[in-house]
């Protein structure tokens, strides 16, 4: 399926440095069960189009998922190589993470001045109709051009179909059009190819920030993107419209329970589950409280888990019950011994790798040495990394101006920080890096964690 985004504002090839990809190059991303490619159909001073093509793989498709029945019909039998859906949102979050977050390195001016943009969905499924359709996008304030696919062109009495080709054109900021789309495309679809769980309530909130909660249809928007999930959606909608919803009694402890731990982990869960990764490394593992959640996604068939500390070590394979496993399963999970500031090759060759609430436990002189064991020898295809937010310190009543949540702490960054570190890291090690924020947001100082996904570069 084909995503354009095309401006006439002169020099229109600006359009390249606000995406933070060239005009004259041809750029491909990985993506869960297929691959986006970047390219410019035309890029001259009075028109610039840049293309995403999002080229789906039926049969990595069919694989991937820790629930998927291999029985299903629809799995073998669906659109979803042909349209935008879900999978048009989270090629968008990676391969335009950066103007998607507001950011033009190059010239920073740019990404605040709303420039004429005109945007090409082909094709869209839109269960509701072009009505629906212009619900959405009409009160953002976008002219709505929506052609409809005839079910069969030989038989016009069957009707139109539920998939259209859609134009829409506004003068806005483009951060603003990505995320509209971002949020938007799943809702038409009112369908999502991942597991939906408590981090989307925050990618809602960060994404929908200053357009949702005034939008006339934000309570539908919101249910669609949760997949109409009750307890999930209730919480939404308390954060997006900021209203008090009545919860039953067996939703008010789901939300009790949502410790910022608990959050960390199931978002890198989820993250990995819709990377569609096999094979995983924790990092600074600990005492295996990720990897028991790994463990019980039978999608990724080899886990390692490695940690400085071998009581640490010991805790985990207790926990984990290595010991009480089958033969298989003692082998599609492994434990070692080792340091991330030296080079491993035993963390090498895996799919993604993780390390959570680890790095700001070095000393920040040793961060280099991490870099070449991660970024160099182990080299994963896809690198999620999980630190504190020192801007929210100032919230916790309790702490101390200048001091560290935890005693073993060598340093704490703030979110400007954590992004110039991961972004000169990306750039030297040929990798894509997106951020996050996580748990509850804050208007001024963002999340009390953030989250860093790096994506290896194929060019």
Known sequence: ?????????????????????HPAKVQQFPLSAGKVHIFYPEATDHSCTAALLLDI????????????????????????PYVASSFMSAAIAQAYSSAMNGRCRDKPLLAEEALPLEI???????????ALLRELFEPLGYEVLATAVPLDPQFPEWGNSRYFTVTLRHTLRLQQALTHLYILLPVCDNDK???????????LAEKGKGWLDTHPASELITRRYLRHLGPLTRQALEVVLKEEIAETPAEKPLKDKLRLHDVR???VVDMLLELSVKTVADLGCGEGKLLRLLKDQPSFTRIL?????????????????LDKLPASQKDRIQLIQGALTYRDHRIAGFDAAVLVEVIEHLDEQRLPALEKAVFGTARPKHLIITTVNAAYNVLFEKMQPGSFRHADHRFEWTRAQFR??????AERCGYA???????????????????????????
């Open 305 to 321: 888990g490695m940690d400085v500390s071998l009581r640490s070590l010991e805790i985990a394979q207790s926990k984990l019950k």
């Open 1 to 21: 399926m084909l995503l354009t985004i095309k401006t006439t504002r002169y020099p229109a090839t600006d359009l390249g440095y606000l995406l933070h990809k």
């Open 57 to 80: 793989d039926p049969v990595a498709l069919v694989r991937k998922g820790a629930d998927s029945n291999e029985f299903a019909l629809d799995q073998y039998v669906n659109d979803r």
């Open 265 to 267: 982990l199931q978002t």
């Open 120 to 130: 090409n969905i082909s094709v869209l499924p839109v269960r509701g109709g072009e």
């Open 193 to 203: 190819h991942y597991y939906i769980g408590d981090h989307e309530i925050e990618k």
């Open 433 to 459: 890096v997106s951020f996050r924020d996580l748990g509850e947001l804050h208007e001024t100082y963002g999340g009390p964690s953030q989250l860093a996904l790096f994506n290896l570069l194929t060019n």
């Open 420 to 425: 110039e570190w991961a972004e000169a890291v």
